[in-house]
């Protein structure tokens, strides 16, 4: 009787572990092994508080290897501001840049800054999968960046990082959108990295003007 409950036990361990498996393996299904760029699927869960940039890189690489694709080095695209600013086109790595599907959104830093193919059928989250825009329930195209137009953090007095990614209250952030469109035709609301102010640095603040926290992750390596 204790050798049966003994191979019965054994058999549920083998099925459990393969049942993870599976699970791993339908959860990248689709994914490109070319994936080096993508959207978070979802924020923080604390507003633009991503725990600073330290904590924005970690929450890229978990996604990344959610789908198989943890053995790169991910980083978040944010700028941070200070006696010490740091710029996020410095810490993306040189490219090529691809999504999900395996699309080219952009050779290197410059194309990235000038003429990428980024856009809402193309800026995917790491699972692949179309993030909400304008004409969209609900709209979460605002992406934080803390970025001017070229990558670069802002040489401003005031708050465009929500406290360098650790407020969630007061503050604000600058964002782009993922959809590159807006409220109106302009350069600034067709900019995937700077668009506007968000309303403050919590979830509901973000969620007002068509955010979700989300941010753009790029390998570095």
């Known amino acids: 009787m204790t050798k049966t409950l003994f191979k019965w036990s054994l058999a549920a361990c083998a099925l459990a572990v393969a049942g993870v498996s599976m699970q791993a393996q339908a959860q ?3 994914v490109s092994k070319k994936m080096s760029f993508f959207l978070t699927s979802t924020g923080s869960g ?13 929450i890229c690489q978990a996604r990344a290897e959610s789908v198989g694709a943890g053995k790169r080095t991910w980083r978040a695209y944010l700028s941070t501001t200070g006696d010490k600013p740091v710029n996020a086109r410095d810490r993306i790595g040189k490219g090529p840049w691809y999504n999900a599907k395996g699309e080219m959104v952009a050779a290197d830093v410059d194309e990235l800054h000038t003429d990428n193919k980024l856009g809402k059928m193309t800026s995917l989250t790491e699972k692949g999968e179309v993030v909400n825009g304008v004409g969209d329930k609900p709209n979460r195209h605002d992406i934080l960046t803390g970025s001017d137009a070229q990558g670069r953090a802002h040489p401003v007095s005031i708050d465009t990082t929500c406290g360098n990614w650790t407020k969630s209250g007061a503050g604000a952030a600058q964002v782009g959108h993922s959809d590159r469109k807006g409220l109106q035709d302009t350069a600034p609301a067709r900019s995937w990295n700077m668009s506007h102010l968000s309303r403050g640095c919590s979830a509901d603040n973000l969620k007002a003007s068509g955010g979700d926290g989300l941010f753009y992750c790029f390998a570095a390596k």
């Open 46 to 58: 604390n507003g633009a508080d991503l725990g600073g940039l330290a904590g924005a890189d970690k």
């Open 28 to 30: 990248s299904a689709g």
